[in-house]
């Protein structure tokens, strides 16, 4: 799971810019329409649901604040793997958390 969650981000990363601000776009409408229903609906699957897309949704964003402003090659790749370490990490407090 973790592993295709990793090739997505990937994926994502390397999708052209008017694909990559449609995707940030989508999944930002996407949050606040599952926001609406966790606080309505009550649900735990659509928690998880949220979570997941917010994790993603964020992870996206700093992706691009690094491809953007970090020139230096071996500080962007350590910065892409503390962000990597740190969405995995994320994911793995959501699932404890709706378990």
Known sequence: M??????FLLNVHQLDGLIH???QRSTAMTVLLLLFLVLSLDSLIIFFALGSLL????SVGIQTLIDDYIHDHVLSLISVTYLRTAVLFLFKILCVICI
Do not use: G, P, S
Not at 55 to 58: E, G, L, P, Y
């Open 55 to 58: 994790i993603f949704h964020i």
């Open 21 to 23: 601000w449609i995707v």
């Open 2 to 7: 973790l592993y295709k969650l990793n090739r």
